[in-house]
């Protein structure tokens, strides 16, 4: 694990090493290195964000399901099963992008810890390190908050908002998925949403013992999931909670004709008064 962690480092190492050449700070080549980490894997965002769309467009049908086959619960499932293969669906589309990113978070830790390691000796970054040169927004890039902790209340400041940052930034990034989207009672469905909900605080709660440079990482790269969360809404459209309900009540459909059948019966009422 520690090798393959390694062969991700070095590349790392070197890109963020390329875009230092370009704009000497080390806190906005990491976000540099973050932004084109997110658009390298945008495709993957894209079909999962999909795929979790898809799976609240089916609950319909996973309620029938649920209602016929209530006694036999094999094929209940097999049937759930069926209907989301079919239907390119999953509960869980978010965390797709987040579990490809973690052996990227890991290795970015690894590289942080001991980027002499990692980054090229000819290059500027490698000279910046090894002179001082990590801060960032009063943080020191290579310090976790923890450490920083150790110099008083007032230079903790800057790794606490960071990490607020962080974790607001992947908790509206929930919201914003779950947004119109009916309770159906689907226990696998409200299991992931549990999980997606607690991520932050979990994320946010690990983050005290890692470097600054990686918790820049996290809230940049919550960030722009965010927006690019945003813009498949956008192109895509999305459903609200007033129209799914629309369409699964069949009395919807159904009370306009009432009205009309009225008003048909008065009018044979009046043309018999008038004979």
Known sequence: MTAFLEAI??????????????????????????????LVLFPL???????????AGIQPQVRELQAKYKDDPQ?????????????GATPGGCLGPMLVQ???????????????????ESSTLHAAIAAGKTGFLGMNLIETPAQAWQSGFVAILPYAVAIL????AQYFQQVQAQSGQQDTGNAQAQTMQNVTKMMPIVFGVIAVQFQAGLIVYWATSNLFRFGQQAVIYRIDGRPSHGQAEAKDSPADTETPAAPKRQQGAAKKRNRRRRS
């Open 75 to 87: 094929t209940m499932q097999k049937e759930m099963v069926r209907v989301q293969r079919e239907s």
């Open 9 to 38: 480092a070095g590349p790392l190492a070197t890109a963020l090493a390329f875009f230092y050449g370009f704009v000497p700070n080390i806190g906005i080549s990491i976000i540099l290195l973050t932004l084109l980490i997110n």
């Open 165 to 168: 940052i962080m974790i607001g």
């Open 45 to 55: 965002t894209l079909k999962q964000t999909r795929a979790s769309r898809a799976f």
């Open 102 to 120: 973690m052996p990227i978070w890991f290795a970015l830790f690894r590289m942080l810890r001991d980027p002499l390691l990692f980054v090229p």
